[in-house]
Nanobody
Framework: QVQLVESGGGLVQPGGSLRLSCAASESLSTPNTMGWYRQAPGKQRELVAT???????NYADYVKGRFTISRDNAKNTVYLQMNSLKPEDTAVYYCNAAGYFGEISWGQGTQVTVSS
C-alpha cells in the first residue's frame, strides 16, 4: 500500500498562509486522484480539494478562492496552498490518494490551527 506523509501544518494567525505537502512513497496507478480532507473536533471529515493526475481540480465551496491544490507527478507529491486562513479552517488535514485500481491511502494527518 502506498504510504502518504504530510508536512507543513502549524499555528497561524487569521489572514495568514500555510502550505501543506504530501509525499507518496511510490507512484500510483494512473489515472489517479490525490486530495486533501480535513476534520475539526466533533465534526465529520470533509473534502477540501482534489486533483487528478491529469491536473483537473475540484474545491469545496468554503475554500474556493483561498486554497490552491497542485501536484508534482515526478515527485509523487501533492500540495495545498492555503491563503486568507480563518479560524474555522482549524482542523487536522489529511492527504488522500486513490489509484486507478481502487487502492486508497490516507496520511496520518497534520494539524492546522488558525488563531490569534
Amino acid at each position: 500500500q502506498v504510504q502518504l506523509v504530510e508536512s507543513g501544518g502549524g499555528l497561524v494567525q487569521p489572514g495568514g498562509s500555510l502550505r501543506l505537502s504530501c509525499a507518496a512513497s511510490e507512484s500510483l496507478s494512473t489515472p489517479n486522484t490525490m486530495g486533501w480532507y480535513r476534520q475539526a473536533p466533533g465534526k465529520q471529515r470533509e473534502l477540501v480539494a482534489t486533483i487528478t493526475s491529469g491536473g483537473f481540480t475540484n474545491y469545496a465551496d468554503y475554500v474556493k478562492g483561498r486554497f490552491t491544490i497542485s501536484r508534482d507527478n515526478a515527485k509523487n507529491t501533492v500540495y495545498l496552498q492555503m491563503n486568507s486562513l480563518k479560524p474555522e479552517d482549524t482542523a487536522v488535514y489529511y492527504c488522500n490518494a486513490a489509484g486507478y485500481f481502487g487502492e486508497i491511502s490516507w496520511g496520518q494527518g497534520t494539524q492546522v490551527t488558525v488563531s490569534s
